[in-house]
């Protein structure tokens, strides 16, 4: 695993070999680390990938939600054929196409009805 840090706003980590339960840790550390930042965008290139378990697939929608959460839209780059076919059987493409939440510009959460606000 590498990460390319030349374009902060779209830091690229490139995933090669198997992406499985004994390898998934590293990545998901990585895709932590580079959240924090808050960049656009987090490329995740997966072009020397030769095998994917579904500890592996589970990164993927960690990186999305994660992103989700600090407003990184996750891109996937060189995806291999086996690996858009899992994408698409088990709905994470459809996942990964959905939009960031708009940014929030009126009370904070804290102040929505419903919501107890932190003393």
């Known amino acids: 695993m590498a990460v390319d840090h030349s374009d902060p706003a779209a830091p690229v980590i490139s995933v090669g070999g198997d992406l499985a339960f004994t390898t998934s840790g590293p990545l998901r550390a990585e895709v932590d680390r580079v959240l924090v930042e808050r960049p656009p965008v987090l490329v995740l290139d997966f072009a020397g990938l030769h095998f994917i378990d579904s500890t592996g697939l589970s990164v993927i929608v960690h990186a999305w939600r994660e992103g989700q959460q600090v407003g990184t839209a996750v891109r996937l780059r060189s995806t291999p054929r086996f690996l858009d076919t899992i994408l698409d059987m088990t709905g994470v493409t459809g996942l990964l196409a959905r939009p960031l939440p708009a ?9 929505l009805p419903g919501r107890a606000a932190s003393a």
């Open 103 to 111: 940014a929030r510009t009126g009370p904070a959460a804290a102040d």
